[in-house]
């Protein structure tokens, strides 16, 4: 007789509330995230759907009460499973092995080294870890319960980059709608000073191909705004590098715009905002924003900060390069939101430190 034959009637009652559960939460997911992609929160939505929606399957091929069928999925399950706990357990390697291809094929900054960095940390602290379970009985209760406590901080920071990554994904696939009055494309460093890398190459592509969709479904052509100030190092503005890109690349000169003043994201925005509302005459232009994809949902963030209603479209960019921009993306949004996070990990220190001072009060009392 089949095991799982008994609970098939419990296990199907659960499917049915579990699966209004699961579309409820979609709703809500989609709900909030098509109202406003730019937001963290939407990546816990998603990961609240997403649990109830995996729940939701694993009770529903229990309820099948096919063994077979139930074996194969539950061996599938620990096959993904156990290739996620490797890649975490051996991540310092493939953040090594990033680090040299990333030396062998980009400039030699810090911002290209922070997989080699990240790698290394991770080796320190494990390390750390071997020593402090050997040497750890020598050193007074409360403070290996300190030193045990502060990956708490770690898991904190991990859960805060799961969230970030759900996020950038999530923002690739948000609708496109082509009916733009303004395209903003957001500037980069230029090699030797005057030269659009690849990167910001695929930033332009990524905006004239865009128009050239919009073109086709019959709305007007949009204007590209380039965005982007000269740097000390630079013998012209970023601006007019992607322009002269732009029009060699056969986009109409008539239907650029130049914003070469700013120095950051922020003032990407709040300046492109200014030049589009003194073109377009009011402040109800429809305007799209382009960079590459890891940098394109921080970019939405800072769009909503200048008061721009506008989503972007990611631009590709080569795989070996996203491990070391998607750290660099990471920490940035981190420092956006500091306080929220210093609050956090003070609330998580100050539980610990409770914890440590009410041991240390029963071990007193129990003496």
Not at 207 to 234: H, L, M, T, W
Not at 239 to 258: F, R, S, T
Request: hydrophobic share 55%; aromatic share 14%; proline share 3%.
């Amino acid at each position: 007789m089949n095991v799982l034959r008994p609970y098939v009637n419990v296990l199907q009652k659960f499917s049915i509330y579990g699966g209004l559960i699961t579309l409820v939460l979609l709703a809500i997911f989609l709900w909030m995230w098509l109202k406003e992609p730019r937001r963290l929160i939407n990546g816990i939505t998603f990961t609240i759907f997403f649990i109830s929606f995996l729940t939701e399957l694993a009770i529903l091929i229990f309820s099948t009460a096919n063994l077979p069928f139930v074996v194969i999925m539950g061996t599938l399950f620990l096959l993904i499973v156990g290739v996620i706990a490797l890649t975490l357990a051996f991540m310092w390697v493939l953040l090594l092995w990033n680090a040299i291809i990333v030396w062998k094929r980009e400039s030699h900054t810090v911002s290209n080294m922070l997989t080699l960095f990240l790698g290394i940390f991770l080796i320190v602290i494990w390390f750390v870890n071997a020593l402090m379970a050997n040497r750890g009985q020598f050193l007074p209760d409360w403070l290996n319960i300190i030193i045990s406590g502060i990956p708490l901080i770690g898991v904190y920071l991990v859960i805060c980059s799961y969230n970030f990554l759900v996020n950038v994904v999530l923002y690739q696939f948000f609708p496109r709608r082509y009916k733009a009055n303004y395209l903003i494309v957001l500037g980069a460093g230029l090699i030797n000073g005057d030269t659009v890398s690849k990167l910001l190459g695929n930033r332009i592509d990524a905006a004239i191909k865009f128009a050239n969709k919009q073109i086709k479904k019959g709305r007007p052509a949009p204007k590209i705004v380039f965005s982007g100030g000269q740097g000390p190092d630079e013998k012209l503005s970023e601006a007019q590098a992607m322009a002269n890109y732009a029009i060699e690349h056969g986009w109409d000169e008539d239907l650029v715009l130049l914003e070469d003043k700013s120095r950051n994201t922020l003032q990407n925005m709040q300046f492109s905002k200014s030049l589009i509302q003194k073109n377009f005459g009011s402040n109800s232009a429809y305007i799209k924003f382009f960079s590459n994809n890891y940098h394109i949902f921080r970019a939405g963030l800072y769009a909503k900060m200048a008061g721009i209603a506008a989503n972007g479209v990611g631009a590709p960019t080569r795989f070996y390069f996203l491990p070391n921009a998607l750290i660099r993306e990471f920490v940035a949004i981190l420092l956006m939101n500091k306080k929220r996070h210093a609050i956090m990990i003070g609330l998580l220190m100050f539980a610990l430190l409770c914890f440590v001072a009410m041991t240390i009060y029963v071990d007193i009392v129990g003496r």
